[in-house]
């Protein structure tokens, strides 16, 4: 009977972790894609990725008309001048970080880069 018991509370609490409050939805989500919250992806580890992974997170546009505001080509660029030791923890902290983590007080259009912690690694 106590087996009877545990089985159907496994199934009425797997029934109520089904599709619905446990999903993330959107590029905003704690993924930055979706999908449930237990099974994020990795970010791809590269320059590139990570300046992705920021505009997906709507930390940063893709592309900002003004020559010196941070987008997508001025994160690559920044991101491969630096060390190779710096550019691996910067690029490894925003692929660990979570959407709401990357996202600063006026981002994507004009962040604040002293917000950027994980950019903010990479400074000397």
């Given at each position: 009977?106590?087996?009877?018991?545990?089985?159907?509370?496994?199934?009425?609490t797997m029934s109520a972790c089904g599709t619905g409050d446990d999903v993330a939805l959107g590029a905003?989500?704690?993924c930055a894609q979706g999908g449930a919250l237990t099974d994020c992806p990795d970010a791809e580890r590269t320059s590139e990725g990570a300046c992705w992974r920021l505009v997906d997170?709507?930390?940063i546009p893709l592309d900002h008309p003004e020559e010196?505001?941070?987008d997508w080509g001025?994160?690559?660029d920044g991101l491969d001048g630096l060390t190779a030791d710096r550019q691996r923890l910067v690029v490894s902290c925003i692929a660990a970080s979570t959407c709401d983590q990357l996202q600063v007080d006026g981002s994507p259009e004009q962040p604040n880069r002293d917000q950027m912690y994980c950019l903010r690694l990479g400074e000397d």
């Open positions: 009977m106590k087996g009877f018991l545990l089985a159907s509370l496994v199934l009425a905003r989500a704690n997170c709507g930390a010196f505001r941070i001025t994160c690559v």
